[in-house]
Nanobody, 126 residues
Framework: QVQLVESGGGLVQAGGSLRLSCAAS????????MGWFRQAPGKEREFVAA????????YYVDSVKGRFTISRDNAKTTVYLQMNSLKPEDTAVYYC???????????????????WGQGTQVTVSS
């Protein structure tokens, strides 16, 4: 079992930055690929970014490439999402998720993730 707790959300103006954190507890953190997803009002949850177990490989949805950076600190059992140049369309509840998967490449499909946090709200004003 893995527990995930997100933090760092809030209200920011367009062009600003936020850093989300997701603290994990439970089974060995380094056994999990980690991902960030988001859900905007009235829309389905979508993939944002993922990182492999070692942190050596990352993967992003096209809409955030060059603006968002996912990273992890296995010693602190925490994954981060640095979000720069935020846009109003980035407004959503952001969720972190853990994927118990032995492969080296992070995955993007929601149904492949085993554990989820409760989410943190990010609101970007224009």
């Amino acid at each position: 079992q893995v527990q995930l707790v997100e933090s760092g959300g809030g209200l920011v103006q367009a062009g600003g930055s936020l850093r989300l954190s997701c603290a994990a507890s439970g089974r060995s953190f380094s056994s999990y690929g980690m991902g960030w997803f988001r859900q905007a009002p009235g829309k389905e949850r979508e993939f944002v970014a993922a990182i492999s177990r070692t942190g050596g490989t990352t993967y992003y949805v096209d809409s955030v490439k060059g603006r968002f950076t996912i990273s992890r600190d296995n010693a602190k059992t925490t994954v981060y999402l640095q979000m720069n140049s935020l846009k109003p369309e980035d407004t959503a509840v952001y969720y972190c998720a853990a994927d118990f998967y032995p492969g080296s490449y992070p995955r993007s499909a929601e149904n492949e993730y085993d554990y989820w946090g409760q989410g943190t709200q990010v609101t970007v004003s224009s």
